[in-house]
């Protein structure tokens, strides 16, 4: 089939042809960077915390009437609580381990501060940014984190502060992120660091593989892998545990854990929010990049749709218009399916070209979107990826039409003409 | 005349009925995505105070060390320490001023049985209430000498009102806040300006409801109460002592009411940046003195998705007009031969035109309406989502009536190229054809 009178046809139907083409290209344009912006999102949601995410919850509570933690001894009293809380939960059957912690990643409320490797630098000239979790003995094990080198905390290692202390940690497990940033030799274990600018230093005993910030905005970008562990039980009239509950008895141990909490000492608060599986907090942190996934995925399907039906629509028209010179060809002896073949070789050389034109608008529309918004170059992949789509979405759409078209009888040929 | 063409376009219409369902769909769509972006962002992008603020001005210093700085490009910070914000207020330059900060006020209910409750709470100087135009239902705001004095005194919203005192008039009588008893002195209206361009940067939400107490800074400080974000600058001794640590925790808001006052603020910024440098206490002499919206704009408080969103919205509007010009174009000229024996009988050429023009027009109104249902549906859908501003998103009158506007103007702009179409066809060709 030579393509030269299909041009020469398509020339007498500018209006329609243009309107095609563009309409492919502003799909191909929207949808492909739509199409790039779910898969960033998709993957910011799947990355992993660095932590054993089954089987965790997290339990957060305030005491009521608690002593200020102003003085030595009202400390020692807020730690004594604590203690005696840590003790109930371990004590749970269906409990693994327990660890009281600041935080968790994604969890949203953050301790962040500056790693330096010499004394009494200034805060944020720091030489890296990190989150800090003060916890105990049992954190690695409760969080299911990987030591991959050094080791763990032991109950020697554990002291006890006032949240407003602070006086920081004279040893420290580090993510390896964090310590390849400062030892890019990788001989981070053993060294001294500085942290917030203090004049006391800190040694680095263990490196864990990975473990995320509790901060999930693009602030944390930064820095979402550096993360320094501390041994040490903050104190203040509010606290968080870390629970692993044995496998299969996650939903017993969150059932568990608020009777043996006011066992311990009723005067505390604790509602429906403060005992949260780890799956909830993942769930929670990441909604809005799910809605916007999953917004911007409906958006895509109703713009091919409404592609495919524009291309229906004007396909069935040029084809009720050349009925009768359809007739003649079949009458000349065309063969049904070279009929079939012409419209959908005519709709590959107009979505073709709409494609090319979309390729240029989509790159285009990317580096809109990479100055205005943060947001990485559009991989060709997703570009090439798109063209296939939009092509099959046109062939598909004109195959109705088009097989009205071949089935015109060539007797059409001879009527009134 | 107009009724004839009425009459045409709904036959029109009507003969094709799958094709008529399609434009009117994809138009509704197209507009009720459009619809519901726009009104997240106008909503987002709004003026808290739109009386009041181009005289209202944020001024920004720089306290950190010389490491890092880049003269003229390095932005100045977005928080004061408390000596700064101290030596601007007693400047006096502007017509009001005020520094303020976020905390929670631990409120203790006069009630048995009532628990206590955190509630948001602003500690701020005399000048607030004054310069942000903050209403009282009862009683006023207090005076600079209450902030000098650690008067132990408050202002509470309506809301608290409500809650503690069954709305009624609470002046004079004592709430008990952080264990410690202040009396009232006022009582707000409902005011919550959207956005909380006051709490921006420090440490509260954007949008939402508004503050439920307001106590004067130097009280709130001797009650312990601390800001909700400190930014340190240089290692600290002692966090609890914030008025002398190297922390910025307050913003300065600033009242100017001339061009000529903003120049003179402006050199009298720079002119104690300089004095501070030569102090020894600052090493960068970079200031900012943006305005109410200027500073909104800098500090991106509309969020980027909802940005994103109402730029998506709009190229799917986009796609739908080209999509109902080629569907309408289709339908026009497969009616050639009709418009031919019209011209033939006498219709002029604009009259083919007005007549669909006035088709488009309709399936444009039917758009609009079931758009207008599309965004409805678009916006139940916002206000179940987590964002702080969800509660907001309401479809008020003037984006109701811009609904249509949206709708008339894409339809008529889509029908104008197959009306041309079809107005400058001969008649004698189709008539012949017939």
Known sequence: ?417 | MFAYYLELALRSLKRNRVLTALMVMALALGIGATITTLTVLRLLSGDPLPQKSAQLFYPQIDPNAKEGYIEGQTKPDQLMAYPDAMNLLQAHRGTHQAAMALTQAKVMPKQVNARPFFSDAVMTTADFFAMFDAPFQYGGGWTAADDDGRAQLVVIAGFLNDKLFAGANSVGRVIRINDHDLRIVGVLKPWAPQPRFYAQDLGGRSYGDGDAVFLPLQTARAMEMGPQDTECYAAVPDIRHLETAPCEWLGVWVELDSGAAVADYKTFLDGYVKQQVALGRFQRTETSLLDLMGWLRQEQVVPDDVRLQAGLAFGFLLICVVNTVGLLLAKCLRRSAEIGVRRALGATRREIFTQFMVEAGIVGLAGGVLGLLFAELGLLGIRHQPAEYASLAHLDTWMFMFTFVVALVASLVAGILPAWRACVLAPAPQLKAA
């Not at chain 1, 141990?253 to 403060?274: E, F, G, I, Q």
């Open chain 1, 1 to 417: 089939m030579t393509l030269h009178p299909m041009i020469a046809a398509l020339r007498r139907h500018k209006a329609g042809v243009v309107l095609i083409a563009l309409q492919i290209a502003l799909t191909l344009a929207i949808v492909c960077n739509a199409v790039f912006i779910i898969g960033q999102r998709i993957q910011r949601v799947n990355r992993p915390t660095g932590l054993d995410e089954s089987n965790l919850f997290l339990v957060s509570q305030q005491w009521v009437g608690a002593p200020s933690g102003d003085d030595p001894a009202s400390v020692d009293k807020l730690d004594s609580m604590q203690q005696a809380d840590l003790a109930a939960l371990r004590s749970l059957p269906d409990v693994a381990s327990v660890a009281p912690i600041n935080s968790l990643p994604l969890l949203n409320s953050s301790w962040n501060g500056s790693v330096a490797l010499q004394p009494g630098k200034d805060l944020r000239a720091g030489n890296a940014r990190t989150t800090y979790y003060f916890s105990d003995e049992q954190v690695l094990s409760t969080l299911g984190l990987h030591l991959v080198a050094g080791r763990a905390f032991t109950a020697a290692d554990v002291q006890h502060q006032a949240m407003h202390d602070q006086r920081g940690p004279s040893i420290v497990i580090m993510t390896k992120a964090l310590a390849d940033k400062l030892f890019p030799k990788g001989d981070a274990l053993g060294k001294v660091i500085y942290l917030n600018g203090d004049a006391a230093p800190t040694t680095i005993v263990g490196l864990v593989e990975r473990m995320q910030v509790p901060g999930v905005g693009s602030w944390t970008n930064s820095f979402t892998w550096n993360a320094t562990l501390a041994p040490t039980r903050l104190n203040a009239n509010f606290s968080r545990y870390a629970i692993r509950a044995k496998p299969g008895r996650l939903a017993a141990a969150m059932h568990a854990a608020t009777p043996a909490l006011y066992a311990t000492n009723p005067m505390r608060v604790l509602d429906d929010d403060s005992v949260k599986s780890f799956a909830d907090i993942r769930a929670e942190a990441y909604r809005a990049d799910v809605g916007m996934a999953i917004l911007m995925g409906v958006v895509c399907l109703i713009l091919l749709a409404v592609t495919a039906a524009g291309i229906v629509g004007l396909t069935s028209f040029w084809v009720g218009q050349r009925h009768r010179q359809i007739g003649v060809r079949r009458a000349l002896g065309a063969r049904k399916v070279d009929i079939l073949h012409y419209f959908q070789m005519e709709n590959l050389v107009i979505a073709s070209v709409g494609a090319v034109i979309g390729l240029l608008l989509a790159i285009g529309l990317n580096l809109l979107l990479m100055k205005h918004f943060e947001m990485d170059r559009l991989p060709v992949i997703y570009v090439l990826t798109g063209i296939v789509v939009v092509l099959a979405l046109g062939q598909g759409a004109v195959f109705v039409p088009a097989r009205r078209a071949s089935n015109v009888p060539p007797v059409t040929a001879t009527r009134a003409v």
